[in-house]
């Protein structure tokens, strides 16, 4: 799975705001997001990890990305 450039630029701007000294509850009423939230990505930052989603178990892909485009084009 791609990360989604805006959910990264999200996280570094609530990471920013936190480094300007505003505190996690501020952080989160200025975001829009939880505490919690605000904690686990300063926490991920911090511990020197990725601001990006980890990887997740899920189904395995049926059709590849080519029959996924043909799909597309025939609807």
């Known amino acids: 799975m791609v990360d989604d450039p805006e959910r990264v ?8 705001f936190y480094q300007s000294g ?4 501020a ?3 200025q975001m829009g997001i939880s505490p919690a939230t605000v904690r686990k990505w300063v926490d991920r930052h911090e511990n020197g990890h990725l601001m990006t989603d980890k990887p997740r ?3 395995p892909r049926c059709t590849t990305v ?3 485009l043909a ?5």
């Open 9 to 16: 630029a999200l996280r570094g701007r609530t990471i920013g």
């Open 22 to 25: 505003l505190s996690l509850r």
């Open 27 to 29: 952080v989160a009423r």
């Open 57 to 59: 178990s899920g189904r």
């Open 66 to 68: 080519d029959e996924d």
């Open 71 to 75: 799909i597309d084009s025939v609807q």
